[in-house]
């Protein structure tokens, strides 16, 4: 392995390096800092070569200069497995206009869970499974098996199922709380296919289930059982992990492309995007295109009412003492959004040292403040607002008033920021959808007034919403309600570190 290729290391160290590869595999540095890469803004893309080509050849291009120890074919592979016909749409990222202004949609949710969280997790497994580096590993190493352990509240499990279903080398088991997720949410994942899942119920809440899975990957014993019965290395598949950052830094390009097809923009022009925000892997994707070269004027971070992030861009203080809110944009309802000490790594010129000062504040006292010329280099870039629970119904009801086009709650947070916050009328605005209405039929249905929706299960609120505004619900979400379960176990949380080995050995066979 060529030396200059371990480019990564912690944002919280200099030293050790590791290669891209070892990275994805890895998933957190050891001193539980993110991998970050110093190489990033060296290699610049060249926008005038966007034209003509497809998102997969764009995706390609970028996974190539950001992940530069895969090798050409392997990025091939992965982008033909990852951007195939589980999409719905040709363009994969299509944008849309909303009625004749200089504002569009990017829709993120045309993968098969019609979440945003499709781009990546339809990418992160192809790269997982390339990951080994055979050379580097002894014999008795050599083709071990990853599994992927999540517990999930509901969206990012099923997004993570689909995306590992039967990808060689890799298997998964998620958790979730028994009774607390949606109906269609556990439809979802209890009739996921594939031979290498599992899924599984524990009784408990949220946290517990959270706090079970981090106990079994820091329990040495179990993990070292694992290996050794199984030949299986225990890994998660979470929103820092470097694999899922790097292909939601595609498209940003692909948006671009088609604004200058459409002919909004010349190219070069500078162009902003609005983007409903939780653990800002997807906001930071932009920042990375932007270093890369992509003419972007401003990002802009929408948020709910767990408005830390806010705050913290107005004040420079980030401070997650403050009550959690549970809000109808529930993918967004975080107090610690993880990927930002990446953005602040770069914006305090990689000054490690700095970086773990911060970290250590945040740990010990559950809140930092940065110095103030870090924070006016954050604002010439990130702009910021934040939408209340009536502001979301209300956003979702003037969008579909004013353009007859249907948002669901996560997206209406961006929707009411940006028509609330001043702009450059020159810089047309992209803002980004992260999930189908038809995912939040019920808040959708309510917002936009239709008639006895507390009545109605969720399946007769997604046929409500499709008869009041002529839109179809995705298939993949409509039928669930006739499909059986595959998935039925129910076990205590102090059960999950067994449930893990013998679904190990299970898989092994
Ligand atoms: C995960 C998610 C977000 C937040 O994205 P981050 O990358 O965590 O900032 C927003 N909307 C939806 C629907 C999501 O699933």
Redesign the pocket.
């Known amino acids: 392995m060529a030396e200059d290729t371990a480019i990564f290391h912690s944002t919280r160290a200099t030293t050790p390096t590791c290669t891209a590869k070892q990275a994805i595999r890895q998933g957190i540095a050891e001193d539980g800092g993110l991998f970050v890469a110093d190489t990033l803004g060296s290699t610049r893309y060249d926008i005038s070569k966007l034209q003509g080509k497809s998102y997969q050849e764009i995706a390609k291009d970028i996974l190539q200069i950001l992940l530069p120890d895969y090798s050409q074919e392997e990025l091939s592979d992965c982008v033909k497995l990852a951007y195939a016909d589980q999409w719905s749409n040709s363009d994969i990222t299509p944008i849309r206009q909303l009625g004749n202004t200089r504002d569009f949609v990017m829709e993120l949710f045309h993968g098969p869970t019609c979440?945003?969280?499709d781009v990546a997790l339809q990418m992160l497994p192809q790269l997982m499974s390339r990951s080994q580096n055979k050379t580097e590993k002894s014999e008795s190493n050599n083709n071990q098996n990853v599994m992927i352990l999540t517990a999930t509240s509901g969206?990012t499990g099923k997004a993570a199922l689909a995306g590992f279903a039967d990808v060689p080398g890799t298997s998964m088991v998620t958790f979730y709380p028994e009774g607390k997720v949606s109906r269609v949410q556990e439809l979802q994942m209890t009739t996921q296919a594939g031979k290498n899942v599992q899924v599984c119920a524990v009784r408990g809440n949220f946290d517990d289930a959270q706090t079970g899975v981090k106990q079994i990957f820091t329990n040495s014993e179990l993990n070292k059982n694992i290996e050794e019965s199984s030949n299986t290395e225990l890994s998660s598949a979470n929103?820092i992990n470097v694999g899922r950052l790097v292909p939601q830094v595609v498209y940003y390009f692909a948006a671009y492309k088609q604004l200058v097809e459409r002919k909004a923009i010349a190219l070069g022009d500078e162009v902003e995007f609005c983007v409903?925000?939780?653990?800002?892997?997807?906001?930071l994707a932009g920042y990375y295109a932007k270093m890369l070269g992509l003419p972007v004027k401003h990002l802009i971070v929408a948020s709910n009412s767990n408005n830390v992030l806010f705050d913290f861009l107005v004040s420079g203080t980030y401070n997650r003492q403050r009550p959690f809110h549970h809000t109808v944009?529930p993918?967004?309802d975080?107090l610690v959004?993880s990927?930002l000490e990446r953005m602040l790594y770069y914006m305090c010129d990689k000054d490690t040292r700095l970086i773990q000062m911060l970290m250590n504040d945040l740990a010990q006292w559950g809140a930092f403040e940065i110095p103030e010329n870090v924070l006016a280099k954050i604002r010439a870039i990130f702009g910021c607002g934040w939408a209340n629970e009536d502001q979301i119904r209300e956003a979702i009801s003037d969008c579909w008033n004013k353009y007859k086009y249907v948002i669901?709650p996560?997206t209406a947070c961006g929707y009411f920021v940006m028509q609330h916050i001043p702009h450059d009328e020159n810089a047309p605005r992209v803002l980004l959808s992260?999930?189908s209405p038809y995912k939040f039929p019920r808040v959708v249905a309510e917002a936009l007034g239709l008639k006895n929706v507390q009545n109605m299960d969720d399946f007769q609120c997604m046929d409500a919403l499709s008869e009041a505004t002529g839109t179809k619900a995705p298939s993949m979400l409509r039928e669930l309600e006739n499909k059986t379960p595959r998935f039925t176990d129910v076990i205590d949380i102090s059960q999950m570190p067994s449930y893990v080995q013998t679904q190990a050995n299970n898989f092994a066979k």
Do not use: E
């Open positions: 979440a945003f969280k969206d929103s409903p925000t939780g653990n800002f892997g997807d906001i944009a993918s967004m975080i959004s990927n669901d996560h992260t999930a």
